[in-house]
């Protein structure tokens, strides 16, 4: 039951959730396809979390491209041994999962702590940050803690050639089931936030802002000083 489900039916069904509604969303709700900003109401703590964050998740994002679509006899044929590979990994991981942590963290105390941007946070923002802060810490904690205390677990041989086989609708799912709970876990929830990027601000990812640096400049102007103005002038 567990191969069945959890590791050839439910990755199939987030998948096509996530392309489906994707496809959906931009062609009927185009205009829905924002990530409204609350840096109007406090700008510092934003920018710092949003860079950090952001930084963060492409340089994850990089690290599982070498962990999970590049196959373990590609580093062997160059020379890169097991441990080597797993030093870079555990060190580079490790730096990009306390960037996104750290991001996310601070994001969600801004979004509690602000009134301001508690009125413009949806229950669909709360549930994407998270989502994203149990994938990203437990990843973090795979990385840095499971790595290096408990073993040093050699996921290029059974979740990645796993992941790859989905894309060949080949899926090994016998591969998963000697892998240590932690990172079935992880992989699970990673595939619930897939299917949940359609009904989220999430979908901002796939927004290449090609035209952002030649778009107009978009003007914000004080309520009260436009008030203003407008007694003055009546
Ligand atoms: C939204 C999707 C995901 C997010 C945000 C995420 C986030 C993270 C983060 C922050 C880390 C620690 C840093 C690193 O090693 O890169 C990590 C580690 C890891 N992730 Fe993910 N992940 C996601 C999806 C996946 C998927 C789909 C898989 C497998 C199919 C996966 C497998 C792993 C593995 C095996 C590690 C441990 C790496 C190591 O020990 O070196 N992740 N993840």
Redesign the pocket.
């Known amino acids: 039951m567990e191969e069945l489900f959890w590791w050839i039916i439910f990755p199939y069904i987030c998948g096509t959730v996530l392309i489906v509604a994707t496809f959906y969303r931009f062609v009927f709700r185009g205009k829905s396809w924002t990530a409204p900003s609350t840096e109007i109401f406090s700008r510092k703590w934003l920018r710092i979390a949003s860079v950090v964050f952001h930084y963060?998740?492409i340089f994850?994002f990089i690290?599982?491209v070498m962990?999970?679509l590049i196959p373990k006899g590609f580093y062997d044929s160059i020379g890169v041994d097991e441990h080597t590979y797993?030093v870079f990994?555990?060190a580079g991981?490790?730096v990009?999962?306390l960037m996104?942590?750290f991001g996310l963290v601070v994001m969600l105390i801004r979004k509690f702590s602000l009134p301001r941007v508690r009125t413009h946070t949806s229950f669909g923002d709360y549930f994407t940050i998270v989502l994203?802060l149990l994938?990203?810490g437990m990843?973090?904690y795979?990385?840095l803690i499971?790595?290096t205390t408990v073993v040093s677990?050699e996921?290029r041989v059974s979740?990645g050639p796993w992941?790859r086989s989905l894309f060949t609708f080949n899926p090994l799912s016998e591969l998963m089931l000697g892998v240590p709970t932690l990172?079935k876990v992880?992989?699970i929830l990673?595939?619930l936030?897939?299917a949940a990027i359609p009904f989220t601000r999430l979908v901002h990812m796939f927004s290449f802002p090609l035209r952002y640096p030649t778009r107009a400049p978009q003007q914000y102007r004080s309520r009260d000083r436009y008030n203003k103005n407008r007694d003055n002038t009546q």
């Open positions: 963060g998740i994850a690290g599982h962990g999970m797993h990994a555990i991981g490790g990009a999962g996104v942590v994203l994938v990203a990843g973090t795979m990385t499971y790595n677990y996921y979740i992941f990172f992880h992989v990673a595939f936030l897939f």
